[in-house]
């Protein structure tokens, strides 16, 4: 049986990243803000095994959630997706923020995120610091790193850093290879959990191998 995020239908360059491992060996990788397991589930399919990093109960335990159009919902959580789906020993969660987190006793083929680092709870860091810890659990040599993100779209978002500009992001992987860099004008965005009502945003991806 194959089961649904909650975040399913929202945007992504994912495939793309997916794309990408294809055309390498990669055994294991790293989820940060692994959320319900939209990203977890497709590595974890290819029998790549993933740690899952992630700190909102909500998100790994499932429970009650509104969503659009619904009166109220239930979201079965990262657990219950892996279990339903027979993949709970590919998948090692810590239930933590990255920042915080201990550092793990391996390092990843293959690194993943996806708008996280927008998100208030990350903003009394700066983005260095953030992105310097993904970066570090990179495997040398041959770990790709994805990071798809959110950009300014409204006057606030200009005074933080959390939401860069186009450019600002490549210049904390000197000495990566950049393997893919790109982003959206500002879209439409369809109503989803958390944000109830069409909405605009501008997405960037950096893809980059660690040297």
């Known amino acids: 049986m194959v089961t649904t995020s909650v975040w399913q239908d929202t945007r992504t360059f994912f495939p793309l990243f ?44 499932g429970g009650q959630i509104a969503l659009p ?33 201990q550092a793990p006793a391996q390092l990843f083929d293959a690194v993943w995120t996806s708008c996280s680092w927008h998100y208030s709870v990350n903003h009394s860091r700066p983005l260095a610091d953030f992105i310097a810890t993904m970066a570090a659990l990179c495997r040398p040599h041959r770990g790709l790193l994805g990071a798809e993100y959110m950009m300014p779209v409204e006057p606030r978002h200009l005074s933080i850093e959390h939401y860069p500009e186009q450019g600002e992001v490549r210049r904390l992987f000197r000495d990566w290879r950049i393997d893919w860099e790109a982003y959206t004008v500002p879209f439409l965005e369809a109503p989803h959990v958390e944000q109830f009502t069409e909405h605009i945003h501008r997405m960037g991806l950096i893809i980059a191998t660690r040297p």
């Open 18 to 61: 997916l794309d990408l491992l294809s055309a390498r060996k990669v055994e294991s990788a790293c989820v940060v803000g692994a959320s319900d397991g939209k990203f977890v589930l497709p590595l974890a399919r290819r029998g790549i095994r993933v740690l899952a990093v992630e700190r909102d109960p909500l998100a790994l335990n």
């Open 69 to 101: 159009g619904q009166m109220g919902s239930t979201m079965p959580g990262l657990r219950q997706r892996l279990a339903v789906e027979g993949l709970s020993s590919f998948v090692e969660i810590v239930e933590s923020n990255l920042l915080d987190m």
